[in-house]
């Protein structure tokens, strides 16, 4: 029916049978698009809502908790939502990083040959995969705002450190023309100086890390385990030593089952972080949502929010293909 | 060897024990397991008060329903969770299976809402607490399969309209956090619809978390259908079946089978997701914690107590499903080693 | 065309759900509202004095009286509300998108959301302003020593800015720690998270009287650095149900004025001989024909709760456990500035 010398006829209807329903159904998704977008106009006009994003323009009047950007409440909107970006940024990217080290650990640590660090493992990842991450988040807030001293009675683990109900504060390096390691100390209502990490950002950063970490050390395992012992008592009859049967047979093995599932950890990481706002934590949703409240402008902060996460994921997907590619191309060398 | 092993694993002991210790003396020994206020306040520091879920147990599990219908609250929990219990029991995958099921939903839907059999309407901004969590859930799942079977089908149909169409749609939500989906269900979705038309607020979650389910189920059914070898569709095309039959009665089947697993896992995913809602002010198992708490000056010191007791609920759950998935996932691999056996 | 298929098939989508009211929000607010029986009012979810359910459910406050006020006169039955808490996020978009005929949530008035939101405010109902709440022991008396401090606020208020404001303006650096939730935010300022907790002063007042572990601990500072006239807000372009809004809160100060209270509201209409209390409750003429309501619809408003001082002294008063003072939420004539325009 389909052969090459089928009459014009016939190859003209079999092209009419593919792409009709293709573009009714595209004219149905644009369609619905068009209605939907209507509609939020035509709302928006019939109650006397403003719209646009020239409002990202106008001075924010909020304050921002805590900026790696100078940031003062008199600056545009624009400026305050890239505040929250980074604030994103700041808290995602050493979770990613922490999570990776403690995930392969956790990973190693269950196909340990101890039984006991084995149970410890599997007794972790089996208790924080199954609780949702929001309550994890809201527990350890409350762990480090409620069982925490006050910031005048803070505790002191170690020289130069401090932590309290205000946060964990380190000492910082400081250079105003001599360079000199400065250190917190109790000053006013709080601890002043020094390196802060506020109990929010703690909060996001030690649940975002713990719970990817146990998604990761199941996939460190998965990855390891995939790799057929065959190939690693071949290794060992030549003689290898285990780091380096670690090292070129497994790891690079392993590796390639584990990057594309690693991958999609990160990005859920990189999207969890937008719970930070039930702590209160300024990272973008917690900004767009504040701005939303201040300017009215509900649709346009939640599209602006949408966008930067699709940016996001989108940007973390590419760096982690450029690097399975790499991995998959030494595997098979 | 082998010696060094056990005084390992004694190590690990004795290191439990230490981590242990305190928090059995703290949650059991020193607990205080009955609503006694001033009990609990001379435990602070020592012990657990439990007694604060004595206190709170039915605003926790049934958020704001009306106090003296909670009997139907906790009938229609009852009811999913033996439709649940049923699901683990591979004898009931049959029609009669799903009839059953099916009813029970119903039933569990008609007890929460009320205005039937002479039970008094409940509006569901009332709903709260476990049945709500449960019927998100389900409800998120059960609407998010077919879409999510279409998704994935068109995902790997040969019409490139198509196929961009589905790709678009699964990497948008898949790169977006639900909980700005969420928002846009809460406070926008009005705004898309004509003024005309009003759709209360509990469906418009569940629709939202069915339209994020199934970007992520499709790509779990897409992988069960990548697992089919092609030739099983020449097969079938040479036997003469339309695009349709072959999908419908040879690939799809199979393919289901093998996403089986990662089907349930999907489905804990979604359990644990909709502790999110709490957000936009839906008070299920979360938010059902802020109200019963929050609002309680004397109680609220023992929030800790309460964050446990709802993560146990929910571990309870994740944990006990995740495990059926995981049983099954060791039944299929058992079967499909089986009949690749040439020796049978 | 696609538009007219589409909602042929919502009846069915929402049919699906169950749960779904279809109701008008086209056309009039108060045709929609006689015809559903009911006022839906968009309230806070838990603000002590304003609005607060008990645990069974049963709202209270200045602004569910404000409500239930409303809907005496509209529906003659003051239990003919639907309280709708919403958090501060959703107020707006739930007025907006219909979900609530109108928002009494102790919202203030400013020229941004009156001339932006698609809303108007109707009339205020408590005059308020913005503090700061601190633990006595930290001895601090005025919000100038302040300096560094960190200072627990709830997102989305008009607190935020004007904190932001007014230590600009005096250029003092304090930190402000900003939760989504009002409850999460006090919950975190008593658990010492915070050196001080703003918002408005009754606001204040109920969390210190309410919230606090022991009430005596916190003070509330002299400064008030705000003004937040608090008023309800209808959706905009619908003149009638602005106007009965906007009335009947004005219609219970001047009962007040008038000495009308709940109690001798029946007595007076039976025998009072003053035209103007006449006129407002009915017995003279008609003064609920021009807001489209009948006769007695002041007579219903202050009947349900009382006039404005009663509501007062209830939610907010000496017979509250806020005990603010009158202050400017007092007659005109007794050193207040409520002044209601005649009802004539």
Known sequence: ?333 | MKRRLHLGTAAWIILALIILWPVTNWGLIHAVWHADLPACREARGLGACWGVIAEKHRMLLFGRYPFDEQWRACLATLLIVTMLLMGCWRRLWNRFGVASAAVMLAAAVCLMAGGVAGLSPVPTKEWGGLPLTLLISLGGTLLAFPFAILLALGRRSALPLLRSLCTIYIELVRGVPLISLLFLAAFLFPMLLPPSVHIDILPRVILTIAGFGAAYLAEVIRAGLQAIPASQAEAARALGMREWQLNVYIILPQALRTALPALVNNFVGIFKDTSLISIVSLHELTGALAISLGGDADWRSFYLEGYLFVASVYWVFCFGISRFARSMEKRLQGSRQASSDPQR | MISTSLRRLLPLALALGALTSPAAHAGKTIDAIKQRGSVQCGVSSGVAGFSLPDSQGHWSGLDVDVCRAIAAAVLGDANKVAFVPLNSQQRFSALQSGEVDLLARNTSWTLTRDASLGLSFTGVTYYDGQGFLVPKKLKVTSAKQLKNAEICVQSGTTNEKNLADYFRNLNIKVKPVVFEGFEASFKAFFAGRCQAYTTDISGLAGIRNKEAPKPDDYVILPEVISKEPLSPAVRRGDDEWFAIVRWVPFALIEAEEYGITRANVDSLRASSKDPGIQRLLGTGEDSGKLLGLDRDWAYRAIKAGGNYGEIFSRNVGPDSVLKLPRGLNNLWNKGGILYAPPIR
Not at chain 1, 181 to 209: K, Q
Not at chain 1, 273 to 298: E, H
């Open chain 1, 1 to 333: 029916m389909d052969s090459p010398h089928a009459p014009a006829g016939a190859k003209l209807r079999k092209a009419l049978r593919q792409w009709i329903p293709q573009i009714l159904l595209l004219a149905a998704a644009l369609g619905l698009l068009w209605w939907l977008g209507h509609n939020v106009l035509e709302n928006m006009r019939a109650r006397g809502i403003q719209a646009g994003f020239g409002f990202l323009k106008e001075p924010a009047g909020f304050e921002i908790g805590e900026s790696l950007l100078d940031y003062t409440p008199s600056q545009a909107i624009w400026r305050a939502f890239l505040v929250g970006l980074l604030n994103t940024i700041r808290v995602a990217l050493p979770a990613i990083v922490l999570a990776t080290i403690l995930g392969t650990l956790i990973g190693l640590g269950r196909l340990s040959q101890q039984s006991g660090l084995r149970a410890a493992c599997g007794v972790l990842v089996e208790s924080l995969r199954n609780i949702p991450l929001l309550l994890q988040l809201l527990l350890c807030y409350f762990v480090l705002t409620s069982l925490l001293p006050e910031a005048s009675t803070a505790w002191h683990p170690l020289p130069g450190v401090m932590l309290s109900q205000s946060g964990l504060f380190l000492p910082a390096w400081r250079c105003e023309g001599a360079c000199h390691w400065e250190l917190p100390r109790l000053e006013g209502f709080g601890i002043e100086g020094g390196f802060a990490l506020t109990p929010e950002y703690l909060a996001v950063l030690i649940t975002l890390t713990l719970y990817a970490a146990v998604f990761i050390a199941e996939i460190v395992r998965g990855g390891i385990q995939s790799v057929s012992i065959g190939k690693i008592n071949a290794a060992r009859a030549l003689g290898m030593k285990p780091t380096q049967i670690l090292r070129y047979i497994v790891l690079p093995l392993a590796l390639r089952a584990i990057v594309p599932a690693l991958t999609n950890q990160y990005l859920n990481l990189t999207k969890n972080s937008s719970l930070a706002v039930a702590v209160g934590y300024p990272d973008i949703v917690s900004v767009a949502n504040t701005s939303l409240n201040q300017s009215g402008r509900a649709f346009e902060c939640i599209v602006i929010v949408m966008l930067i996460y699709l940016c996001l994921s989108l940007l973390t997907a590419l760096l982690m293909n450029l690097y399975n590619t790499r991995v998959a191309l030494k595997g098979s060398q």
